[in-house]
Each structure stands twice: as C-alpha cells, then as structure tokens.
C-alpha cells in the first residue's frame, strides 16, 4: 500500500486506494489508476496483475462502483431466497451470494438460497464462471426469459391423501422469493465514461425499445416476490424511459399492492439524486411530452406508459380495442393524437407523473467520480391485483413450453445492446487469463474439464471417446441442450465415499447429493446442494421441471478417471471447489504439512516421500491409501497440544496419493495464489519467535489413514 502511494504521488494523485466510503465494513475500495498509468509503471503493474489473481481466485471482484449498490438496498439476510433475474455475468449474483454466506460457520451452510437466471446461455457460462469461485451449495443458475420466469406452482388439487402428502409433497408448494433483483437489460449510456462505443452506437431508439421488456421483466419480479419482500430495479442507463417510466407504469398495474420505498435514510453516504416526475419522448428526432402527441402510426412503438401520467388518449376506433402493449387507458382523458408533432420542447405541455417518483436513485458520474445507474427499490405490500395475477400466470403456463424456442429478436438485440455493463470486461479479461471460457462452453452438462494434468495420472482418450457416445443417449431432459439434474442415491458408491475419507456422520448427505446422469455407473460429478436448493429442486420435479437449470450446487465429488486413479479402493476424489464445505467433516485420508513441505508440493506439483523435509511426514504420506488425500498447512507457530480447528484461514489443497509420491491436485493459478499467501505467513512467522517443535504434531492423525480417525487441522 505504502509503495502503492508513492507511485500515485509521483503521478500526481493523491489516494492511490481508498474505501467506498459508502460500502459497509470497507469491504469495497476504490483505485484511480487510468489503464496508461499501468501499464507504464512497473509497481502498478505489479499491483494490477495481484488484484487478477486474486480477482480469479475469488478473494476479490473487480467491479464497477455502482454496480455493487443495488445489491446493498436489497437487505439481504442469510436465509432469504433471492432471484436475480438478469444475473449475468454475474458481478451481482457473487455479491449475493457473499452476503448470504455472511455469518455462516466453516462445514454450516445458511438457509437461504439465489437462483441467478439469465436469458443467454454463454453468458450464463461465465456467470457460472464467476460464481464457482464462490464455493457456493445455496446457488442455482438457469436460463430463461426473465419475463416468463416459471412460477413452479404446486396444483393442490394433485394431493393423495394426508398421509402421501407428508412423505412425499415438497416442503414449498410454490417458489416465491423474499428478495428480486432486477438488473434489467438497458441501452446502457450509463456506461458512456468507459465504453466509448456507446457514444457512437447510442440512439433514442434504444431506451424506447426495450421498455416493455423491462415493464414485463419488473411485473414478473413482482409477481414471484412474497409479500412482505423487496425488489430491487436496475439500470446503468440515465434514460428516464428505462426508469421512472417503467417503475411508475409497475406501480400503477399494481394499484396499491406495491409501493416504491423511500431510501434515503439507508447508505447516507452515497451521493444520489431524486428521480424525475416529468420528462419528455424523443422518436426519431422528435419531443413528445405526451401520448397524445404521439402519431397514430408510431403508436405499438411509443407507448402510453413510457410518458410520465401514463395515459392513453385514444381516438374511437381505438377506444374498445386494449393497449396491446399494456399501457393503461383512461377514457376520460381521451383526445386525437397528434399528427404534427414539435421538434423542439418549447412548446410542450409537461405531463408530471402524479407518483412519488423523487424516491427513485439516480447516481451520476460527476458527483463521486462512478458510473450512472438508476435504482428503484420497492416493497410488496399485498397479493398483485387479480389482473395482474392472471396475465401473469397465462405467462407461466407458456414458460412451460420450450421456452428457448420462442426467439424473440427484440430480446436478443437488447441482450446484445446490454452488454456495456461495466464488469464482461474484466470479467471476460479473467475467464480469457485462466484458459477457462472454452472449458466453460464445452458439453452439454456446462462442466469445465480438469484443468491440471497433475490432477492425476492421465489415461482418458478411451474415457473420453466412450462418454462422446454416452452423451448423445444422456440428453434427454425436458430442456435441449441441458442435461437433467437428479439426485444420487446410490448407497454403495455413497457409503464407499463415506468410508474411505471418514465423513463424520454430522455431514448431511442423504438428499444433498445430485448429478447430471441417470447411470450410476457413468456418473463422473455429484454435486452438493444445501437444504434451500435441495427444496426447490423437490418442488421442481413435481411441477414438471420448468426450470431449465444449468448449474446447481456444488461440485463435490469427481470420478477418478485414470488408470491408477480406478485401481484405488475409492472411485471418487474431492474437489477443489467442494472441500471447504466438507473439510471439517473429513477424517481419514488427511494429513497436515508443515509450511516447507507444503510449499515444497505447490512448487514442484509432486514429491515423492522420501523428499519431503519433515521425514515423519513423508513416511505418513506413503502410508496413506491409495488416491485422493488432503493436505492442510500446519501453522510453524503453533506446538502440538494447540487445538486444532478449521476456520476461515484454514488452508487445505487435495492430492494424489501415488505408489511413490504425493502429487497435487490444484489448479496452477490456485497454486500460484496459495504460494503467495504462503510466503507471507512465513514471513510473518519468520518475525516472530518459533516454537522448537517444528515436526509433525501427535494428532490422532492415522498413519495408514484408515483405521484411526483424524482430527482436521488448522494451522493456527
Ligand atoms: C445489466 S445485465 C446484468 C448484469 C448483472 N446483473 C451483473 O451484475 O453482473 C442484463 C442481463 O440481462 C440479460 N437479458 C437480456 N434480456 C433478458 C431477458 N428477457 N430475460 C433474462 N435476461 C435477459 C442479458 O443477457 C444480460 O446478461
């Protein structure tokens, strides 16, 4: 940091990083080097390339200021159940999670859950990118038009009797939300300062043409929030056809059952504006303050709701036929619309939107040196009016259907549009860096592939060429191009896992298990989900699987897939990604390294026993089982007798255990994080004093690994 100032004075400026002042508990900070800057001056680069790393990690996310505020007005606790709509790539989706993972323990999982939908598939992938750094069992990821969100409705009339209902009815019979966010696609002129693009590309037309989408987009959050919940709507857009405009025409088609909250007592320090209550229509280089100046033959694209009272003026040919796009008629304010219109405002009758429009926030670059975005935070106060209700469930029932088949140009173009959100760059950026987009993309069940050859020792090609076979045979869930989601159950592979790695019984399995194939046999991930994901899969299966889910819950376990790796007595080894979740209920197959032999295996990726430095290490290694094991970091400060627990500085890396050597089982990045995580500890250790005992403790660690139960350790 001290370096870090020091260049930035010699730069000129005077912070080289400070916290949002508007974040809580300074968890966000905020860095003014330009991209010049960096790249002329070796420290920032240096400092750039850290805050990647630790960006791919997952230790950090790079993300536009405030892009991150949304998020904090939705009030998010542990054990809510979240839906963020328009979820990719995902900025938001990981702040959610973060806030939901808040308070929760080592090995405990909270109640709540995300499911983060998003309309296009790729950049459902690098959300499911983004998040996996997470290590999340509470977060689903499915891809569907916001708008037809699937409701996932339990018909009651399908019980069969008390008794049945109890065993077998899912514990939700409808899948209602406490927290929607809504980060709507939008023309994105938010953006502007660092996607110079837009200023080329930017016209009036494309605020105006993705406002019903947005109007659907909010009617449905509304629709599947509880009452009692809060939506949170978004856009990185200044557009007032794309804000106030929308949130007034929901407030209105929700006639009192939703009320727009006033938030400015919450994050008093970030620096906002009201939002509008009157503006004016620009088409095709033309103002119109009204709907009634809107040309008869402009009218299904300029719509009654985009203006500020919402009215339609119709003429009497019009009068019986509803607005087709929605917009509320008020007979009594009907008139002829306007055949010549005006090309300046000065003339205009202002409309002033009769709503408490000013509760809105709009956040403009010029007063903290951010982004534009406008939120809108509003509160369910009771059921939707019945009308709502209806246009909204005959949605429902089409959400059923094929829903990806019902291509709608207008989305697509505005997905395209919306792509100026200010994170796919870095995001993109990272995923690029880590070779990871590719792998990403590959297959049906959205999995990247390993990415170490040191994973274990590779014999896959005829693996390989059998599943390509298998694959074709594999999709057949309702939803093409997915493979279905189903829970595993099969006790003799479970109860082999179980054994072989000591799971302590305290560990929920029995439901929490789930993968993407229906063979047992050629199983090769389960996944872990928590009890909030285990609930809404049980109530989607008894609606007929509408959702199409692309991701679910936690990789877990991976089939060995080598031929030393199906010669060990347990077909399926940790992953990376599962073991902070199950660390603390491992007790067999884990030995704890002292910091040298542990950055000895980050180094070179394999050891053989007899060359790790703390000998009584390396003969506990080898006599380990053959397969996957996990290492923890021995603190060199701490003595024997100190209790041992697994925290959040706990940390712990699976590997191999060959017939001669340890190899890790980490990808090169993780490694490369981890060895500089390590070489700070041990300078800090380095400075203060060492206790003698520096060999391995006398745990009840097993030395064979399997008849003795462990004790998972720390290393402090
Ligand atoms: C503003 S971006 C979301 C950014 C995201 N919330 C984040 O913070 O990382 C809007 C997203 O909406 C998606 N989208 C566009 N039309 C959609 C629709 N009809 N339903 C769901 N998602 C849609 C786009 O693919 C895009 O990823």
Redesign the pocket.
């Known amino acids: 940091m001290k370096s870090l100032q020091s260049e930035a004075i010699e730069g000129g400026e005077l912070v080289a990083m400070k916290p949002l002042p508007w974040y809580p508990d300074n968890l966000a900070w905020h860095s003014n080097f330009s991209r010049m800057q960096i790249r002329k001056n070796q420290t920032l680069e240096r400092f750039h390339e850290f805050l990647k790393l630790e960006n791919e990690i997952g230790n950090i996310t790079r993300q536009e200021a405030v892009?991150m505020v949304p998020p904090l007005f939705l009030d998010v606790h542990p054990d809510h159940f979240v839906l963020?709509?328009?979820?990719?790539?995902?900025?938001?989706?990981f702040q959610l999670l973060e806030i939901i993972h808040q308070s929760s323990k080592p090995g405990s999982l909270p109640d709540g859950m995300v499911i983060a939908?998003?309309?296009?598939v790729q950049?459902c992938n690098l959300l499911i990118h983004q998040t996996k750094r997470m290590c999340t069992a509470n977060l689903i990821v499915t891809n569907?038009?916001?708008?037809h969100f699937p409701g996932c409705r339990l018909n009651k009339n399908c019980s069969r009797g008390p008794q049945m209902m109890n065993e077998l009815e899912p514990s939700i019979s409808q899948l209602l939300f406490d927290r929607v966010?809504c980060?709507?696609?939008?023309s994105g002129d938010g953006t502007l300062r660092k996607a110079p693009d837009i200023w080329r590309k930017w016209n009036t037309g494309m605020g105006n043409g993705i406002h019903i989408?947005q109007v659907q987009?909010a009617m449905r959050g509304l629709s599947l929030l509880k009452v009692g919940g809060r939506m949170v709507y978004s856009t990185?857009s200044m557009n007032p056809v794309e804000n106030e405009a929308v949130v007034a025409e929901i407030l209105r088609r929700c006639g009192g059952s939703v009320e727009l909250v006033d938030v400015s007592g919450e994050l008093p320090q970030l620096l906002r504006r009201p939002g509008l209550r009157k503006w004016k229509v620009r088409d095709r280089g033309v103002w119109l303050a009204s709907y009634k100046d809107v040309p008869k033959f402009r009218r299904s694209a300029i719509v009654a709701s985009m203006f500020p009272s919402g009215r339609s003026y119709v003429d009497t040919a019009d009068r019986i036929q509803k607005c087709e796009n929605g917009g509320t008629v008020h007979p009594e304010n009907e008139s002829q619309p306007a055949e010549n219109p005006r090309t300046s405002t000065d003339d205009l009758e202002e409309e002033v939107s009769d709503l408490p429009l000013e509760h809105c926030i709009r956040m403009v670059p010029h007063d903290q040196n951010t982004g534009a975005f406008f939120i809108a935070v509003l509160h369910k106060l009771s059921p939707l009016p019945a009308t709502q209700d209806k246009s909204i469930n005959a949605q429902e029932n089409q959400s059923t259907g094929n829903d990806e088949l019902l291509e709608n140009k207008h989305?697509i173009e505005?997905?395209k549009l919306?792509s100026v959100?200010g994170?796919d760059e870095m995001i993109l950026e990272a995923a690029s860096e880590a070779d990871l987009v590719d792998d990403e993309l590959d297959g049906a069940t959205l999995e990247p592939k390993p990415s170490e050859a040191a994973q274990e020792p590779a014999d896959n090609k005829t693996d390989l060429a059998k599943s390509v076979g298998k694959r074709k045979l594999q999709i057949q869930g309702k939803w093409r191009g997915v493979d279905p989601v189903v829970f595993f159950k099969d006790e003799t592979i479970i109860n082999s896992i179980k054994t072989f790695y000591g799971i302590d019984e305290a560990f929920p399995f029995s439901g929490h298990l789930v993968t993407r194939n229906n063979e047992t046999n050629h199983v090769k991930r389960i996944y872990y989900i928590s009890k909030s994901v285990k609930d809404v899969l049980e109530l989607n299966f008894k609606v007929g699987q509408q959702l199409k889910i692309t991701s679910i819950g936690l990789k877990m376990f991976e089939r060995q897939s080598s031929r030393e790796g199906t010669s060990a007595p347990c077909l399926f080894r940790i992953s990376s990604e599962g073991l902070p979740v199950i660390l603390p209920y491992v007790r067999k197959q884990i030995l704890f390294a002292a910091p040298l032999d542990f950055k000895h295996l980050l180094q070179y990726k394999a050891v053989k026993f007899a060359d790790f430095v703390d000998a009584e290490f390396g003969q506990k290694a080898a006599n380990l089982m053959l397969g996957c094991c996990i290492i923890v970091l021995r603190d060199g400060n701490k003595t024997v007798s100190d209790p041992i627990q697994v925290d959040g500085s706990t940390i712990a890396i699976g590997c191999w255990k060959g017939r001669g050597s340890l190899s890790v089982m980490v990808t090169a990045i993780d490694c490369q994080e981890l060895l500089e995580r390590l070489a700070t500890r041990m300078e800090s250790e380095d400075a203060t004093p060492t206790p003698k005992n520096n060999v391995e403790p006398e745990q009840a660690e097993d030395v064979n690994g399997i008849e003795k139960d462990t004790t998972p350790a720390t290393d402090n």
């Open positions: 892009s963020d709509m328009c979820a990719a790539p995902g900025s938001k989706t939908n998003d309309l296009d950049r569907h038009e916001a708008q966010l980060d709507v696609p939008c989408l987009i990185c989305v505005n997905t919306d959100d994170t």
